[in-house]
């Protein structure tokens, strides 16, 4: 993986590469070319320091989550940012999530159907970012890749393998979050459902980030938050990453206005 | 039935978050911290007043965007022109990030220019806790009758851009306006942002 990673640093030119104080900001192209009318996926390649993190997209009590700002040709379009599930990070009475080691946050970029093969696209992206042990340094990059089109797809970078499979899976549980007095309960019902050791919320300013409480009755897992301070309503619907080891699924539940 | 006697059952096994909880609405405590001249201060002294608390580290990035930029130093001296008491209070442990003595908190506002009224020393983290204050900056205000009025961020931008800030809403000069004014305040909370409180572990 790494002598691929390497072979891709010998195509990309250098401003694809930043090397920012404990973390080393990279944009990857999961194919060495783009083809007309087909979606490709980019991504930004986090290595951190040990013991240095950079935030998920809810960072929890401090931080800031990473954002990429695109500079795309007419006609090409960038998703959202795909976020591999968030580590944990407690920093005694406070909270964090997000990530250490390497990470790769894959982004779709839409390519127009009648883009012409035999030309090059410059893709630029501006990537801001906190990186933090116990101190924090806000990181702002800029970096760019200089893509072939070509009428056809070719090897693929193990690099985004490696995203996907860390990618929340997505499930067809049913469950529901209910709001008791300073409490937000969450449940998931399915036959399939794993042994969840922990849970992460989507959402700013619903609940407490500490861990949950995590109960399991007659096939329904329970997950009981605080309430955050700063919850004001309840949204229409709660979106969570749960974790069991080192899988993890996203989940939308509706949120129930009845105790 | 079950699933709320289930729930209750919870709630007494559930470990209560560390940080206290304050609320809008609710009587702030008193606490009691050393200044950087070495004076005992009380909130309680402030009574009758409208009392700005401040959460300072001088080495976050993000209380270098308010200061760098002036707008914390300017929210400070309008305020305390008005007659409002503004306490910046740091909650670094010592040997942690931001932790400073008396006289090194005095070298930071004579270089930065700051305004406040008195900035308090809380290296043992008990206010910070008291308030549930999680980063830096985090803004707590006070009415004169001695009632939470407003928690949260300083501003409606989540950022470390110095640009972000004429773009945002400043929270503390909106409250402290209507507070002045006999209004409602609009907005009595938002989420607070910054570096995590450097408490001890």
């Not at chain 1, 240095?52 to 700002?69: C, E, F, R, V």
């Not at chain 2, 700051?114 to 009415?143: C, E, N």
């Amino acid at each position: 993986m790494r002598l691929l990673l390497a072979l891709l640093l010998v195509v990309l030119p250098p401003l694809a590469v930043a090397d920012d104080e404990h973390v080393t900001v990279s944009l990857l192209s999961e194919y060495a070319a783009l083809v007309p009318g087909k979606t490709a996926w980019l991504g930004l390649f986090l290595q951190h320091e040990p013991h240095w993190h950079t935030y998920w997209i809810n960072p929890g009590d401090s931080g800031l989550p990473t954002k990429i700002t695109w500079q795309l040709p007419p006609g090409y379009r960038a998703g959202d940012i795909g976020w591999p599930a968030p580590l944990r990070i407690d920093v005694g009475d406070l909270q964090n999530f997000g990530y250490e080691g390497e990470v790769l946050l894959p982004v779709p970029i839409d390519v127009p159907a009648d883009a012409k093969p035999g030309t090059t696209v410059h893709i630029g992206a501006q990537a801001k970012y906190l990186v933090c042990r116990e101190e924090c340094i806000p990181g702002k990059t800029d970096l760019v890749l200089d893509l072939p089109l070509s009428a056809v797809r070719e090897a693929a970078s193990k690099q985004f393998e490696t995203a996907r499979a860390q990618l929340p899976q997505a499930t067809t549980w049913k469950g529901d979050a209910r709001l008791h007095d300073d409490k937000i309960e969450v449940a998931l019902r399915g036959a399939d459902l794993p042994p969840i050791s922990d849970a992460y919320v989507v959402d700013r300013k619903i609940v407490n980030y500490a861990r949950p409480q995590i109960s399991t009755n007659n096939g329904t897992v329970t997950l009981l938050f605080a309430k955050s301070d700063y919850f004001t309503t309840a949204p229409p619907q709660l979106d969570l990453v749960v974790r069991a080891g080192a899988r993890a699924w996203s989940v939308r539940v509706p949120f129930s206005s009845s105790p | 039935m079950k699933r709320i006697l289930f729930a209750l059952l919870l709630t007494f096994i559930l470990a209560a978050p560390a940080l206290s909880k304050v609320s809008v609405g609710q009587p702030a405590p008193d606490f009691t911290l050393t200044d950087s001249n070495g004076k005992s201060r009380s909130l309680s002294e402030f009574k009758g007043k409208i009392v700005v608390l401040e959460w300072n580290n001088p080495e976050c990035p993000f209380v270098g965007k308010h200061y760098g930029s002036g707008n914390m130093q300017r929210q400070q001296a309008d305020a305390t022109a008005a007659g409002v008491i503004w306490l910046t209070i740091n909650s670094s442990a010592t040997g942690k990030q931001g932790d400073i003595d008396g006289a090194a908190a005095n070298a930071y506002i004579a270089k930065v220019g700051a305004k406040q009224s008195a900035y308090l020393l809380d290296p043992t983290g008990r206010v910070g806790h008291l308030y549930g204050a999680r980063t830096t900056p985090h803004m707590f205000v006070i009415d004169k009758a001695g009632v939470l009025r407003y928690m949260g961020g300083i501003d409606s931008i989540k950022s470390t851009d110095q640009d972000d800030i004429a773009k945002a809403t400043q929270y503390i000069p909106q409250v402290l306006a209507e507070l002045g004014a006999g209004k409602p305040v609009s907005v009595a909370t938002a989420e607070p942002y910054g570096c995590g409180v450097k408490y001890g572990s």
